[in-house]
């Protein structure tokens, strides 16, 4: 390759494949999973003999592969059989019963169901007539099913999918869920009877060892950008910042931002500088993904919270609430429920203490939140850039 002339040609890039670097990409090569994969794969044998799957969670820290290990089976489910229907729903972004229903049903009948009329029984029978009809079994992953734990979600849902033979008989049906918080008790957020059906085994997803994560990171750069573009000193960088930080994401999401850096400065290698330049944000990874999927009422509650924190304001629950509800009137339960959610995906703490003669809580911001939503907000991301965020804002919004 000819080093670039300072304006790079809007067509010139250093990716040999930009998509991988995308959140929602699927690798090809998936490496140091195999005993997991093998795990769920035994889990889910049983659904090619028409048999209910052994339910299952999958549990260990962020960025590990657990998502990305049941859209392989289910990619290879999808393809060795019609009879089995497997339906990956993202909590972080249905975080209602009616709207996990309304996921399967687009999986089961190809379109959503009716705006009006689709109640969350009728929805139900619809699904287990069908899978009846069809002697189709049905799979269901709640992709981080600990963000139907704060409503108290999650029981109901599992127990309507779990036991829809009992109102369609012949409707087969099994569950997976992921969950990376690590504080999916199931013995205490669930009902006895829910976990009599469910029955759940688990299956652990360690954190990658260093080795492991350069070895990702550098499949993941040999495919997806050009030779000489990142030296071997960057990638050891990069590892080294990635095990820092717990979370393969992280590692990907600073290939990206570097190479794009070193892209914009007209250069044809990334240099230690363009790692550096860019780690503030992209340290952040997790944060990010969280903030574009943020559904508008919670994100305005956060841009709140977030301006009074600079403004170094109180930021107590009872005050946050009044700021709040000047920008967008609401009910302080329905306040409280959007705290609880963004508490529940780390972007906001809380914590009590006294006040006086009795107790308030107070609402803070962790490290990184305030970063990643002004650059999600200036539209500075690189997901922005490329459309991404924008799309996937349009599909929840809708
Ligand atoms: N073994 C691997 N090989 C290649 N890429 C991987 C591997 N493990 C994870 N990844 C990549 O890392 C990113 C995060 O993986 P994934 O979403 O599967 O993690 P997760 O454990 O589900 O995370 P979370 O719990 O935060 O949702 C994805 O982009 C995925 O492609």
Same mark, same amino acid.
């Given at each position: 390759m000819?080093?670039?002339?300072?304006?790079?040609?809007a067509?010139?890039?250093?990716?040999?494949?930009p998509?991988?670097?995308e959140?929602?990409?699927?690798p090809?090569?998936?490496?140091h999973?195999?005993?997991?994969?093998?795990?769920?794969?035994?889990?889910l044998?049983?659904t090619?003999?028409?048999?209910?799957?052994?339910n299952?969670l999958?549990?260990g820290?962020?960025?590990?592969g657990?998502?990305?290990?049941v859209?392989?089976?289910?990619a @290879?489910v999808e393809?060795?059989?019609?009879?089995v229907?497997p339906?990956?729903v993202?909590c972080?972004?249905r975080?209602?019963t009616?709207?996990?229903?309304?996921?399967?049903?687009?999986?089961?009948f190809?379109?959503?169901p009716p705006?009006?009329?689709a109640?969350?029984?009728?929805?139900?029978? @619809?699904?287990?007539r069908?899978?009846?009809?069809?002697?189709?079994?049905?799979?269901?992953?709640?992709?981080?099913?600990?963000?139907?734990?704060?409503?108290?979600?999650?029981?109901?849902?599992?127990?309507?999918?779990?036991r829809?033979?009992?109102?369609?008989?012949?409707a087969?049906?099994?569950?997976?869920?992921?969950?990376?918080?690590?504080?999916l008790?199931l013995?205490?957020?669930?009902?006895?009877?829910?976990?009599? $059906?469910?029955?759940?085994?688990?299956?652990?997803?360690?954190?990658?060892?260093?080795?492991?994560?350069?070895?990702?990171?550098?499949?993941?750069?040999?495919?997806?950008i050009?030779?000489?573009?990142?030296?071997?000193?960057v990638?050891?960088?990069?590892?080294?910042r990635t095990?820092?930080?717990?979370?393969?994401?992280v590692g990907?999401?600073l290939?990206?931002?570097?190479?794009i850096?070193?892209?914009r400065?007209?250069?044809?290698?990334?240099?230690?500088?363009?790692v550096e330049?860019?780690?503030?944000?992209?340290?952040h990874?997790?944060?990010?993904?969280a903030?574009?999927? /943020?559904?508008?009422? @919670?994100r305005?509650? /956060?841009?709140?919270?977030?301006?009074?924190?600079?403004?170094?304001?109180e930021?107590?629950s009872?005050?946050v609430?009044?700021?709040?509800?000047?920008?967008?009137?609401? $009910?302080?339960?329905?306040?409280?429920?959007?705290?609880?959610?963004? @508490?529940?995906?780390?972007?906001?703490?809380?914590?009590?203490?006294?006040?006086?003669?009795?107790?308030?809580?107070?609402?803070?911001?962790?490290e990184?939140?305030?970063?990643?939503?002004?650059? &999600?907000?200036s539209?500075? $991301?690189v997901?922005?850039?490329?459309?991404?965020?924008? &799309?996937e804002k349009?599909?929840?919004?809708t």
């Amino acid at each position: 390759m000819t080093p670039y002339p300072h304006s790079l040609m809007a067509d010139q890039t250093l990716f040999r494949d930009p998509a991988l670097f995308e959140a929602d990409h699927l690798p090809e090569v998936f490496n140091h999973r195999d005993a997991q994969v093998e795990d769920l794969a035994f889990a889910l044998r049983p659904t090619l003999r028409g048999g209910s799957p052994l339910n299952t969670l999958i549990q260990g820290p962020p960025g590990t592969g657990k998502t990305t290990a049941v859209r392989r089976i289910f990619a @290879e489910v999808e393809e060795t059989t019609k009879r089995v229907v497997p339906v990956l729903v993202s909590c972080q972004a249905r975080k209602t019963t009616s709207a996990v229903l309304r996921e399967i049903y687009l999986a089961l009948f190809g379109h959503s169901p009716p705006t009006h009329g689709a109640s969350n029984s009728r929805m139900l029978f @619809e699904i287990g007539r069908t899978l009846a009809e069809r002697g189709a079994v049905l799979v269901v992953c709640l992709d981080d099913a600990n963000h139907l734990v704060p409503r108290g979600v999650l029981n109901g849902v599992l127990i309507r999918i779990l036991r829809l033979h009992e109102t369609c008989p012949g409707a087969r049906t099994g569950v997976v869920m992921t969950d990376s918080s690590m504080a999916l008790v199931l013995s205490s957020v669930l009902d006895p009877s829910t976990r009599s $059906s469910l029955q759940a085994g688990t299956i652990f997803f360690p954190p990658y060892t260093a080795d492991e994560v350069r070895s990702i990171l550098a499949d993941r750069v040999r495919v997806g950008i050009y030779p000489g573009v990142v030296p071997a000193s960057v990638l050891d960088d990069v590892a080294e910042r990635t095990v820092g930080c717990g979370d393969l994401r992280v590692g990907l999401c600073l290939l990206k931002e570097a190479v794009i850096h070193a892209e914009r400065a007209g250069r044809t290698a990334v240099e230690a500088g363009d790692v550096e330049a860019v780690f503030a944000v992209a340290r952040h990874a997790r944060l990010a993904a969280a903030v574009q999927t /943020l559904a508008p009422p @919670e994100r305005t509650v /956060l841009t709140v919270l977030v301006g009074m924190a600079r403004r170094e304001e109180e930021t107590t629950s009872g005050r946050v609430y009044e700021a709040v509800a000047a920008v967008e009137p609401m $009910s302080y339960t329905m306040f409280y429920e959007r705290v609880t959610e963004l @508490e529940a995906q780390c972007l906001v703490g809380t914590r009590r203490w006294k006040k006086g003669q009795g107790r308030t809580r107070e609402i803070w911001i962790p490290e990184g939140v305030e970063a990643v939503l002004s650059a &999600d907000s200036s539209g500075a $991301s690189v997901h922005r850039r490329t459309g991404v965020a924008e &799309d996937e804002k349009r599909r929840y919004e809708t």
